[in-house]
């Protein structure tokens, strides 16, 4: 099965800065990576996702890399605002593909401070 | 469009009792999960649904806990004798048919004393 690790596992910036998160999987057979937000008292919320078949994709001031040789997809938001301060999960399906239920790093806090 | 239903939002209970916790998914949705979340980590699978047939259960700690989708609509998930160790958000999520995107509701957290 599938192995995700997420970091760092805390991050702080100033609004207005950049803020980039790693990942890495395991599992070559993937090509499948969402993004998700999870805001405190609340479900995580998909935010961006990647197919492999595409080295990058953005949506807005986020934007999310894929480099499928090394294993591995980041998280990039620029320009933050406090109201990104937030927990970010990536994941990839448990079993590879594109489908399925999925296995999620354990996530970055993230501050944006004022 | 209503969102993923899950209660109780909160329980607090004693080491060997029983909880139950339920979700409604978003109406069409063919596919249910149940997500354990405990602090600081992130949501681990503990069973997926596809209509009423159940796709994987690996994870699930059968000897206390057990989960049905009954109609293949809403869904529970039992627990019974619980641990400390059960103390987390429960999260449920639904997706249709043939998606990757997960649509999570806003979880039930348990805590066992």
């Known amino acids: 099965g599938e192995n995700v690790e997420q970091h760092p596992s805390t991050l702080s910036v100033q609004e207005g800065d950049s803020a980039v998160i790693k990942c890495t999987y395991s599992?070559?057979?993937?090509?499948?990576f969402p993004w998700y937000k999870q805001e405190l008292g609340k479900g995580p919320q998909l935010i961006i996702d990647?197919?492999?078949?595409?080295g990058e994709k953005k949506d807005q001031r986020i934007a999310v890399t894929l480099n499928k040789t090394a294993k591995h997809f980041s998280l990039h938001i620029t320009e933050t605002q406090p109201e990104d301060s937030a927990v970010y999960f990536c994941?990839?399906?448990?079993?590879?593909?594109?489908?399925?239920?999925?296995?999620f790093g354990k996530g970055t806090k993230l501050s944006v401070k004022p | 469009e209503a969102g993923v239903a899950q209660s109780p939002r909160y329980k607090i209970i004693e080491k060997r009792q029983s909880v139950a916790f339920w979700c409604n998914p978003i109406?069409?949705?063919?596919?249910l999960y149940w997500y354990q979340q405990i602090l600081g980590q992130g949501p681990k699978l503990l069973i997926q649904?596809?209509?009423?047939?159940?796709?994987?259960d690996s994870q699930l700690p059968k000897d206390r806990f057990s989960a049905e989708r009954l109609k293949g609509v809403d869904s529970t998930l039992k627990i019974q004798p619980a641990k400390l160790e059960d103390s987390a958000v429960y999260l449920c999520?639904?997706?249709?048919?043939?998606?990757?995107?997960?649509?999570f509701g806003e979880g039930s957290r348990l805590t066992v004393l």
């Open positions: 999520a639904s997706s249709p048919i043939f998606s990757g995107e997960l649509f």
């Open positions: 599992d070559s057979a993937s090509n499948y």
């Open positions: 990647i197919r492999s078949n595409v």
């Open positions: 994941a990839a399906p448990t079993y590879g593909g594109s489908q399925g239920n999925l296995i």
């Open positions: 109406s069409g949705h063919a596919t």
């Open positions: 649904f596809q209509n009423n047939g159940v796709v994987d």
